[in-house]
């Protein structure tokens, strides 16, 4: 028997901007809300302990020090790579700057509030 990854959970000084963020993204609901502020999201019709991980959006005020020693990856499921890109910075995604060499086969981003993450090349099928 192994564990399995059932939710992340990130810290944000704005839980309901990056959850409207994050929803739009993955294509993700609201799943509740907690009374400290937190907010949890995941795919529609499944929830926690579905295939797919939550995202809990946890308020915090503490700024973020650094780059993140854990990011997401994303890939797209019903159209290429570039035309993703365009769709997530129209969201509010920007571009980072994390050292890369500009070969790469993925594009490095940073959600509204700078975390960073990665869109790869790969296109997967939906669930």
């Known amino acids: 028997m192994a564990c399995r990854i059932s939710e992340l959970v990130v810290d944000a000084a704005d839980p309901d901007r ?17 009374d400290d502020g937190s ?9 926690f302990g579905g ?7 946890s308020p915090s005020k503490d700024p973020k020090p650094r780059k993140l020693r854990l990011h997401i990856d ?11 890109l365009e769709r997530l910075l129209a969201l ?8 890369q060499t500009g070969t790469e086969s993925w594009y490095v981003l940073a959600d ?15 669930l």
Do not use: K, M
Not at 74 to 84: I, K, L, M, P, W
Not at 92 to 99: E, H, I, K, L, N
Not at 115 to 126: A, G, I, Q, Y
């Open 18 to 34: 990056l959850a409207a963020f994050w929803s739009e993204v993955l294509g993700y609901v609201e799943l509740g809300r907690e």
């Open 39 to 47: 907010i949890e999201i995941g795919p529609p019709g499944a929830g």
């Open 51 to 57: 295939p797919q991980p939550t995202l809990i959006l």
């Open 74 to 84: 994303v890939n797209a499921t019903d159209r290429d790579q570039d035309a993703e």
């Open 92 to 99: 509010g995604a920007t571009r980072a700057d994390v050292g």
């Open 112 to 126: 509204p509030e700078g975390n960073e993450f990665c869109l790869l090349r790969t296109r997967l099928p939906p």
